[in-house]
């Protein structure tokens, strides 16, 4: 089949399209390569793909998901089969000090997505939500039937705000859509703005390293790899219309429109000094800390209730945080050349 993947120079999106490359499929993959973070890593992703481009099973286009124009005529031209659409703006931290970097890109960018599959009936769109959309939310695990009207960061009121969206194109257009709340993705070509890359990057250094909420928080780490194996497998479930479903009666997470939302996570959270644990293992080196207060936007736990995504795909992770830290590691050792 064809399809578009969306952020195909970021941290899921490479290795998205290198495995459905990998089996076959072929591949457009649009990015707009901002400079959220260093644009040579998300290069050197691209670089990762050149096998593939040499095939001719991979193309890349660089573009905003806000340029309406140009991504129509992407659609038309090029008539996917399925779009796997991972851009946006990431960041809570970030959506606190530049609010409208989330405009274009996460409101604006969703829904030039969702015309073009209207426009040109793709068979399935699966997006990226987030599990900040729990919010305020304190019973653990999250669930996808949990209420969700509680943002505490204008980046979870976006990612909210794109399953809105995607119900209503779902109801109105009939496209099937998907969901995927990703909990705390970590591994290899990881973003810089995230924990592990940050926390690797200062104890290195000999630098101190800042624990928020004095480390009482925990996380629901996911490994890349289970991650790209519950979207590879949940892209092959397409939803269905339900004429039974009622919004009284119904789970939040279907709909009477051929629409589903699921959590992606590990189902086992860490506390955040395990985690540092195991990245002082990996390391051989011992953090120096700095405790600091929680951060505004910040949750005190990430717990994602994964039975639902399990039911329909037979996907369960893999891979332990140990393991999953090691393999950072030797990654970033390599990649950094020390």
């Given at each position: 089949?064809?399809?578009l993947?969306?952020?195909?120079?970021?941290?899921?999106?490479h290795y998205v399209v290198?495995?459905?490359?990998?089996?076959?499929?072929?591949v457009v993959?649009l990015d707009?390569?901002?400079?959220y973070?260093?644009v040579?890593l998300k290069e050197?992703?691209l670089k990762?793909?050149?096998e593939?481009?040499?095939?001719?099973?991979?193309?890349f286009?660089?573009?905003?998901?806000?340029d309406?124009?140009?991504?129509s005529?992407?659609f038309?031209?090029?008539q996917?089969d399925r779009?796997?659409?991972?851009?946006?703006q990431?960041?809570?931290?970030?959506?606190?000090?530049n609010?409208?970097a989330?405009?274009?890109?996460n409101l604006?960018?969703?829904l030039?997505i969702?015309?073009g599959c209207?426009?040109?009936?793709?068979?399935h769109l699966v997006?990226?939500s987030?599990?900040?959309v729990y919010?305020?939310?304190?019973k653990?695990?999250?669930a996808?039937?949990?209420?969700?009207d509680h943002?505490i960061?204008?980046?979870?009121?976006?990612?909210k705000?794109n399953?809105l969206?995607?119900h209503?194109?779902s109801?109105?257009y009939?496209?099937?859509t998907?969901?995927l709340r990703?909990?705390?993705?970590?591994g290899p070509?990881?973003?810089p703005?995230?924990?592990l890359f940050k926390f690797t990057k200062?104890?290195?250094?000999?630098?101190t390293?800042?624990?928020?909420?004095?480390?009482d928080?925990r996380?629901?780490?996911t490994?890349?790899?289970?991650?790209v194996?519950?979207?590879l497998?949940?892209?092959?479930?397409?939803?269905e219309?339900?004429g039974d479903?009622t919004?009284?009666e119904?789970?939040a997470?279907t709909?009477?429109a051929?629409y589903?939302?699921f959590?992606?996570g590990?189902?086992n959270?860490v506390?955040l000094?395990?985690?540092?644990e195991s990245l002082?293992?990996?390391?051989g080196?011992?953090?120096?800390?700095?405790?600091?207060?929680?951060?505004?936007g910040?949750?005190?736990q990430?717990y994602?209730?994964?039975?639902?995504?399990?039911?329909?795909t037979?996907v369960?992770?893999?891979?332990?945080?140990r393991d999953?830290?090691?393999?950072?590691?030797?990654?970033?050792?390599?990649?950094?050349k020390i």
């Amino acid at each position: 089949m064809k399809y578009l993947v969306t952020g195909a120079a970021g941290f899921i999106g490479h290795y998205v399209v290198k495995k459905l490359c990998a089996l076959g499929h072929q591949v457009v993959g649009l990015d707009n390569l901002n400079d959220y973070y260093e644009v040579s890593l998300k290069e050197d992703r691209l670089k990762e793909l050149d096998e593939f481009v040499q095939s001719g099973a991979f193309h890349f286009v660089k573009m905003d998901l806000a340029d309406r124009d140009g991504v129509s005529t992407l659609f038309a031209e090029e008539q996917f089969d399925r779009v796997i659409h991972l851009a946006a703006q990431a960041g809570v931290r970030y959506s606190i000090d530049n609010p409208l970097a989330y405009a274009d890109s996460n409101l604006v960018g969703h829904l030039t997505i969702l015309e073009g599959c209207r426009q040109t009936k793709v068979q399935h769109l699966v997006y990226a939500s987030s599990s900040s959309v729990y919010g305020l939310n304190s019973k653990v695990p999250f669930a996808t039937t949990d209420s969700v009207d509680h943002p505490i960061s204008l980046y979870a009121a976006t990612k909210k705000s794109n399953e809105l969206m995607s119900h209503t194109y779902s109801h109105l257009y009939g496209i099937p859509t998907t969901g995927l709340r990703f909990f705390t993705v970590y591994g290899p070509w990881g973003r810089p703005d995230m924990a592990l890359f940050k926390f690797t990057k200062k104890i290195v250094a000999g630098e101190t390293i800042d624990i928020y909420n004095n480390g009482d928080m925990r996380r629901d780490f996911t490994y890349i790899d289970d991650i790209v194996e519950g979207i590879l497998r949940i892209q092959d479930v397409i939803p269905e219309a339900n004429g039974d479903w009622t919004v009284e009666e119904g789970s939040a997470a279907t709909s009477s429109a051929p629409y589903r939302v699921f959590n992606i996570g590990n189902g086992n959270p860490v506390k955040l000094l395990d985690f540092v644990e195991s990245l002082e293992e990996s390391l051989g080196i011992e953090a120096k800390k700095n405790f600091m207060p929680m951060q505004p936007g910040d949750v005190y736990q990430t717990y994602a209730e994964v039975e639902d995504l399990f039911e329909v795909t037979g996907v369960r992770p893999q891979v332990s945080v140990r393991d999953g830290v090691a393999r950072f590691v030797d990654w970033y050792r390599e990649y950094n050349k020390i």
